[in-house]
């Protein structure tokens, strides 16, 4: 069937058919959403205030903008809460919102009172949902098999902890941030996430190989068709392997520019996978292989 | 009451008579298009085959465009026809991706500013654009205007090779049930059990 199905556009002709809405500023939503909710957390675990206020700004602000810049009618936002029952865009509409007030809260109150664990709770939570609801949302529909699969969630929860690392240790570099646990724990962490994610997103195409003809033809946009420069390039190269081998044999021992570098290589690599995985998102021809 | 459509390929001739049929009874701008007839070919020449697709909204029971909207404008009626409340869209086009047909339509900014004729509009899309919103999703509504008045959507009364059937799916006298009993109806992509109204006859 991949090989006989053309790839089609608008044309009336029947075939796989690419995803097109949803590109950069949905993959810059989800990218903000994930780092920012992944800053949150890992400064919640490290102690770090001014992390905990930058995660949340980097939600509010930058998740949050360019959801408003994508919608078709931004003036009516506050209706995307309406249906949480089941819609993963509603959940994650309300997460980000709780996350933001809990998290307000938790910033404003004297550390080690009882408001500021009920908060920090509250908003530690919603922040794990704002980092893997984007995989759930994807994942819902069966409409693009690429998307539909359960190691979506996972591979979000993995790039946002690798998100909030790398920025804990940008800021600790930075001295931006003092934290509560060792620097090498964190530097380790990095680099065991950096290898994390690379078996993640290994098993995620893998899997994607013994999967229907649309997601292998997916598969084929992103390692040999269009896409594949940019994927190897930025996503894999740049994104996690230059990462991993910078953090391996230089790490904080190199200074702060080192650590930006390794920072900057690795939010690259994170925006580019998640933009790219939105792109090669291809629809099922409506109806199967027509045959002689 | 379940409203469905039996779409017979066997008498598709592919002449797009239904597309235009539904362009004229929505009023809809340039490059929005609720119907069309998809071309599907297959060999190589000398031994060609051809086949001609009719594709709309599936209006489907388990509508994942109705499970993913966040605000719930697009609902569905109890005789099963799938709408969307221009007012409650907020275009975030989450029923346009989960869709798995790609029978959704966002209308983009600007879109109502320029007919087919140019930035002028002509007085036919000066009286049908106004019922339009720029900014949200749009679709097939088997031209329920029509529907609730009795008649049939636009593409089934034009089609002149009776390929389009138009009937209660819930009645099995009707006549869309008998084809679909006689002749082996099928869902498209029914293994994503989205269980649509529209079925096809090869």
């Known amino acids: ?292 | 009451m379940h409203l469905g459509m039996v779409i017979d390929l066997k008498r598709c001739v592919g002449c797009q008579a239904c597309t235009i049929a539904c362009k004229s009874e929505n009023g809809t701008p340039p490059e929005v298009l609720f119907t069309k007839v998809l071309e599907q070919v297959a060999g190589e020449y000398p031994i060609v085959k051809k086949k001609f697709i009719p594709v709309l909204c599936n209006h489907c029971e388990d509508a994942p465009c109705v499970r993913v909207c966040p605000t719930g404008a697009t609902q569905k009626r109890e005789d099963g026809i799938v709408l969307v409340d221009h007012q409650k869209c907020i275009g975030c086009r989450a029923c346009y991706v989960a869709c798995p047909y790609k029978n959704r339509i966002f209308l983009k900014k600007g879109s109502l500013k320029k007919g087919y004729f140019g930035k002028q509009l002509t007085p036919f899309e000066q009286v049908k654009y106004p019922k339009w919103q720029e900014g949200v999703v749009v679709k097939c509504t088997f031209c329920v205007e029509r529907v609730d008045q009795g008649l049939d959507p636009a593409c089934v009364q034009t089609c002149p090779a009776d390929a389009r059937i138009f009937g209660d799916l819930s009645n099995p006298e009707s006549k869309v049930s008998r084809l679909i009993r006689q002749r082996g109806g099928y869902q498209p992509l029914s293994e994503d059990n989205t269980e649509p109204s529209v079925y096809y006859l090869e």
């Open chain 1, 1 to 292: 069937m991949t090989k006989s199905m053309p790839l089609v556009g608008s044309e009336f002709v029947s075939g796989f058919r690419l995803q097109t809405e949803w590109a950069t500023l949905i993959a810059a939503a989800f990218f903000f959403g994930k780092i920012g909710a992944g800053l949150f957390l890992m400064s919640l675990f490290t102690g770090s205030w001014l992390g905990a206020l930058l995660g949340l700004l980097i939600v509010l602000i930058g998740k949050g903008g360019a959801h408003l810049l994508y919608l078709g009618r931004p003036e009516r936002f506050w209706r995307g809460l309406t249906k949480p029952g089941t819609s993963w865009v509603a959940r994650g509409f309300w997460a980000m919102l709780i996350m933001t007030v809990a998290g307000a809260i938790f910033l404003a109150l004297p550390a080690g009172s009882a408001g500021w664990w009920t908060a920090g709770l509250i908003a530690g939570l919603s922040a794990f949902i704002v980092a893997i609801y984007d995989g759930f949302l994807l994942n819902a529909s069966p409409s693009i098999p690429l998307w539909n699969t359960a190691m979506m969630p996972v591979l979000c929860l993995f790039y946002s902890l690798l998100g909030g690392t790398s920025l804990t240790l940008f800021l600790i570099n930075f001295g931006l941030a003092s934290v509560t646990i060792q620097e090498v724990f964190l530097s380790n962490m990095e680099i065991v996430l950096l290898i994390t994610n690379l078996i993640v997103v290994g098993l995620y195409l893998i899997s994607m190989t013994h999967a229907t003809a649309a997601a292998k033809e997916s598969l084929r946009l992103l390692v040999r068709g269009t896409y594949a420069l940019p994927f190897y390039s930025l996503a894999i190269g740049v994104g996690l392997v230059f990462t991993l081998l910078m953090a391996y044999f230089v790490g904080a021992a190199g200074g702060p520019g080192v650590v930006g570098l390794i920072t900057a290589a690795d939010l690259v690599g994170h925006y580019f996978i998640f933009f790219l995985l939105l792109r090669v998102g291809v629809y099922k021809p409506v109806l199967g292989q027509l045959t002689i």
